[in-house]
């Protein structure tokens, strides 16, 4: 089985600061990666997938990269609204992955 | 637009049944597959199973396998968790979500709780 990891698992940032989320799979999975947001008592909002594209309706601050095993998640300006737990995922149409998620705070 | 209401959970004790729903509209439910996919209280995501469009091919996390079945009425718009010889960790949030297999989980549910106590 595939195996998601991410880094940092919180990190505390202030509006307007760029924000970097990594994420790494033990074997490569190409480019079938997405990057989920969630809020307290919500599902998760899919924000980017395979690997570097936009969901219709994300705002264009959150940008994704990376191939075979290692992801990153980028958020160039931080926004109040942003503050969340996101989640990167490998998905196959056998199965999918979640990485532990990486809780973004305000500094 | 598109929507998932999830339904079914409750309080269950440890060795019980329970059976979960997920009933959709507005996209063509016979052309989608399905993911269950579940959060323990605090914790991250954790996939459960995912069905085909056509209920051919399922598949199922290590976890649940062989005690939960997924299941689909393409007439009813609705996919199904049948889950079974339940457990104190089973205990947790499902969403149901739809599978684009080139996208991801593009919509989801808004889950029901399930709490499996003695």
């Known amino acids: 089985d595939i195996q998601m990891t991410q880094s940092p698992s919180t990190l505390s940032a202030s509006v307007g600061d760029r924000v970097t989320i990594t994420c790494r799979a033990s074997q490569s999975i190409s480019t079938w990666l997405a990057w989920y947001q969630q809020k307290p008592g919500k599902a998760p909002k899919l924000l980017i997938y395979?690997?570097?594209s936009l969901e219709s309706g994300v705002p264009s601050r959150f940008s994704g990269s990376g191939s075979g095993t290692e992801f990153t998640l980028t958020i160039s300006s931080l926004q109040p609204d942003d503050f969340a737990i996101y989640y990167c995922q490998q998905y196959n149409i056998y199965s999918q992955a979640f990485g532990p998620g990486t809780k973004v705070n305000i500094k | 637009q598109v929507q998932l209401v999830e339904s079914g959970g409750g309080v269950v004790q440890p060795g019980r049944s329970l059976r979960l729903s997920c009933a959709t509209s507005?996209?063509?439910?016979?052309?989608?597959?399905m993911h269950w996919v579940r959060q323990a209280p605090g914790k991250g995501l954790e996939w459960v199973a995912v069905?085909?469009?056509?209920?051919?091919?399922?598949y199922y996390a290590d976890s649940v396998k062989g005690r939960f079945t997924i299941s689909r009425d393409n007439s009813k718009n609705t996919v199904y968790l049948q889950m079974n010889s339940l457990r104190v960790d089973d205990t947790a949030v499902y969403f149901c979500?739809?599978?684009?297999?080139?996208?991801?989980?593009?919509?989801w549910g808004q889950g029901t709780l399930v709490t499996v106590s003695s």
């Open positions: 069905i085909w469009y056509d209920a051919n091919n399922k």
């Open positions: 507005g996209f063509t439910f016979s052309s989608y597959g």
């Open positions: 979500a739809r599978a684009s297999f080139s996208i991801g989980s593009d919509f």
């Open positions: 395979k690997a570097s």
